[in-house]
């Protein structure tokens, strides 16, 4: 019987307009099972399965696969009744993050196998295929050490012959952890000169993107080598489970020379994004300009419209008031606890100030001057109140307060009532609120803007957006050399790198005496964002059962210690604009804020040793008893 190769012709590999050629198998007919030999004679054929295996690329977070991994770890509150879930837990499943797909392993095992053994292609377009591959199962071997630590590191397909009755040939052990992090960043290295060097080459593999896997697997083993000593409960004997320090500095040697060479050119002409002049839209459209302009962008998840992949990113986060679809929309709400930690433009960090020295209410004439002077990075990342999205302006605030410390609003965004002493309805609360409990409204003050759409008929089910999502990209690059760099020592060269970061933000650049661990966790913070980076980087930095240490966020923590890297942040506040009414008086009009807990907040995040390694199932370690257990769990 002859061997098949079963494809699904799917749009996952999407090239950017530049490179027609990527694109090429879309023009393949849709054929769903076809004879081994036949679909590795064709170029053709081949990319089309690998344009499967892109699509199956495994992220945490992404556009397309929900916006619910954004709305945690108090970074933001989820507005949508459903999701509530994720603000009243007090504590994260030992199975949360876990991924363990060996089917895409075994794949990707038999598309290298298959394309080595091809004597119908070309030698270059099969070293292509190999090497984009190659970069796949890496890419995949460092979604698993993230979450799993070591995992069995199989690079072959296995065979199991049931007649034989046992079962043990294919039953392999956990690496250690130390072993999958080399081999990323081994393969990364390998692979590296057989693939384009080219900035435009975005949603395939590049020289560019494996260069940037391997800085970001070395930053994160290195990291792990260091301060997992903070944390000696989270190891295995065997090694499956934490990473020895002495190899901290190696690893950090690797992710500072893999980051240089994407900075010195030797992978394309990578850079920062400035093409616009105000630094705040410059920022948001970074992560919506997909010319060839934007020279940052180094490895995409692409979308097409015309080629029926899109996704509900916009329609699930757009301002509820302008929304395309009438109101499904808004669930996505930066906290304050995120927004108070962009710093102000002359590099120090303060609360946005809501009192004077002596507890009485600041009123500001505008509703945005209260975020005046802040990280443009700010108003790029986050929909402030009054914010422009698609030409108009969102309609935040909670309602009117009197003199006596009163409110008036109503549970209905929106809503008309008389004011005191009088008997004309006006508006009372913002069409997007916030309002306590009223889903796809701005229950946390603020509405997201990175990644938002102005598309015109972008936020509709039926069309959907096609803004890609970025997985690498320069900054990062960028913070990933000053952070290595900063704990090997070389303050100079992290400045260099940082500072540059800092730059396009309109801040001051750090010095010597004020680079320090702190502004390193921060500047990550800020920059990346609903990235995708949250999670593991207080994982990599033993930070995470210090930030999510599962006790209340008070007022006076939320307002504390801004900046510093182990600031505890275990529930997502908000700050609610109110209209100040008192005819007569001279702040009449004017806006006062709140800081404010949303109601439905009634649990706080709680980080476990046993949650730096995702549990591995039940099932799993019965099939293979070689596959030990994770530690604290």
Known sequence: MKKIFSITILAGLLGIASCSKDSDYLEVPPIQIIPNETAFSDPALVLSILGDLYNRYYDFSGLDNGWRSFADFSESFPSENGSYDLVRNTSWGYGSWSTWDYTYIRELNLFIQRDSASTALTEADKTRFMAEARFLRASYYFEMVKRMGGVPLITSPLIYDPSKGDASEVQVARAKESDIYDFVIAEAEAIKNQLPTDANQKSRASKGAALAMKTRAALYAASIAKYGATTPAVSLPGGEVGIPADKANAYYTTALTAAQEIINGSAGSYQLYKVLPDLSDNFAAIFLDKSTVNQESIFIEDFRAGAGKV??????????????????????????????????????????????????????????????????????????????????????????????????????????????????????????????????????????????????????????????????????????????????????????????????????????????FDRIVHERRVELAFEGHTLYDMKRWRLAHIRWNGSPTSKAELLSDIGKATKKSTQPWGLWPYKYHNPGNANHGKWVFRETLPAVVTGFNRFQLGNYYSFIDDNIRAANPKIVRQPNQ
């Open 311 to 516: 996704h509900a990113f916009t329609t699930n986060d757009q301002p509820y008031s302008i929304s395309d679809e009438g109101g499904d929309a808004g669930r996505l709400n930066p906290s304050l606890n995120l927004v108070q930690s962009f710093e102000k433009l002359d590099g120090t960090f303060a609360p946005l100030p809501t009192t004077d020295a002596g507890g009485n209410p600041i009123y500001y004439s505008d509703i945005q001057d209260i975020f005046a002077g802040r990280d443009a990075r700010l108003a790029g990342t986050v929909l402030l109140p009054n914010g422009l999205f698609k030409g108009k302006r969102v309609d935040i605030w909670a309602g009117y307060t009197f003199a006596d410390g009163s409110i008036l609003t109503s549970d209905e965004a929106g809503q008309l009532k008389p004011l005191p002493g009088t008997t004309n309805p006006i508006q009372v609360v913002g069409k997007d609120g916030p309002v306590n409990g009223l889903e796809f409204r701005a229950q946390s003050g603020f509405y997201t803007r990175k990644w938002l759409d102005p598309t015109v008929g972008s936020g509709r089910r039926g069309r959907g957006s096609d803004v890609a999502f970025i997985r690498y990209r320069f900054a990062e690059v960028l913070l990933n050399a000053a952070e290595a760099a900063f704990e090997l020592g070389d303050k100079t060269t992290a400045l260099t790198y940082i500072n540059q970061v800092r730059s396009r933000a309109g801040l001051p650049g750090l010095t010597d005496a004020t680079l320090t």
